[in-house]
């Protein structure tokens, strides 16, 4: 949700330091699917939202639509901005998993050492991996108003742990990207190796999902939780491993279902809108069901309805607020008739 568009340009004039990270062989085109009879209507007029860029829709398992709105195509990398958030949600539930992390529980101060003030505040010795996992670190927001100002800095990792409190760890939601940069830090400090690389060999055996390219820091850290492009189709591909309970097509084991339920537990709510939020993941009732979903500035948005076998997404102009424009809430509108039609 970062009003900073880096992927917007053509992909050889990005910034120097976003590194491309192509994950193999590109895949080709597939045949478009049939669309269901009942979608035609509520995707022909969705063509009116005109940020709108692709909607996909996976039930039970079959991709039903991948429809691109004004020459926009569901194969092309898009920055999927914030929305990337629970794919770094993902690897550190991998990495606890793997033994590369302790828990949830971990203090985060011991891993970050180096980069601590000078006279640290005591309160930083008692944040967690969880706390940053749901935005209850208790330091100033790096996001918003202080988000040019926080990646204009030197050292974006010193700069984070180096804000104010202005609230107890594990407090209300404070929702930062600062929080998930170190996330991505420690996972780099922790496996000796940068969190693309970890993506590439702990998601990489998933069909369908690669990461094109991803800004990093001055200190060469991949972006945690912004700046990452990647497919619609990827996209969606990571939903589906999230609605099968971390489980690959062909029946591999690479997010454990726990890992999975946990992310998905409520722990606190966002103070602009009131939806709950767990380790990455935002929660909702849409159309009567219950909704999980990552969102990205300008409406970068992947939902997925467990008890519909049901995975949305949707991809939007990069460049203007999803929030105060109403665009958000016109994707949830349209989430909640794609829900409907599919009964």
């Known amino acids: 949700m970062k009003r900073r568009s880096l992927l917007a340009a053509p992909i050889l004039l990005l910034a120097p330091r976003l590194a491309f990270a192509q994950g193999g062989a590109t895949p080709s085109t597939p045949a478009a699917p049939q669309t269901p009879p ?69 203090p985060i101060a011991p891993l970050l050492r180096r980069d601590l003030p000078a006279d640290p505040d005591p309160r930083l010795d008692t944040i967690t991996i969880g706390n940053l996992l749901s935005m209850q670190a208790g330091l100033e927001r790096t996001s918003g108003a202080y988000y040019g100002r926080w990646i204009s800095s030197p050292n974006w990792v010193r700069a984070v742990l180096g ?24 996972l780099t400090r922790q496996t000796g190796r940068s969190t693309l690389a970890l993506a590439r060999d702990w998601l990489g055996p998933l ?66 809108t009131g939806d709950g939020y767990g380790y990455g993941w935002f929660f909702r009732e849409i159309a009567g069901q219950s909704v999980h979903y990552a969102w990205g500035y300008g409406g970068q948005m992947l939902y997925i309805v467990p008890a519909k076998k049901l995975s949305v997404v949707m991809t939007s ?6 929030g105060r424009s109403g ?17």
């Open 317 to 322: 102009d990069t460049d203007a607020p999803a």
């Open 207 to 272: 069909p369908g999902f690669s990461i094109a390219s991803w800004e990093r820091d001055p200190q060469g850290i991949y972006f945690g939780g912004n700046q990452m492009a990647m497919s619609p189709a990827s996209l969606l591909a990571f939903g589906e491993l999230y609605r099968n309970e971390g489980k690959a097509p062909d029946g591999r084991q690479l997010i454990s279902p726990e890992w999975i339920a946990r992310s998905w537990e409520v722990r606190t709510q966002s103070r602009f």
């Open 38 to 106: 009942a979608l035609t209507p509520i995707l022909d007029k969705a063509a009116d939202l005109t940020p709108l860029r692709t909607v996909l829709v996976a039930h039970d398992g079959a991709t039903l639509i991948r429809r691109g709105y004004r020459g926009h195509s569901v194969t092309a990398p898009t920055n999927i901005k914030s929305a990337s958030k629970s794919v770094i949600s993902a690897l550190v539930g991998i990495a606890i998993d793997k033994g590369e992390l302790k828990g949830v529980d971990q």
């Open 327 to 343: 665009h958000r809430d016109d994707l949830h509108a349209l989430a909640g008739e794609i829900i409907e039609a599919l009964g």
């Open 163 to 186: 804000r104010p409190f202005v609230d107890e760890p594990g407090g209300a939601m404070l929702y930062s990207t600062g929080s998930t940069h170190l996330l991505s830090a420690i």
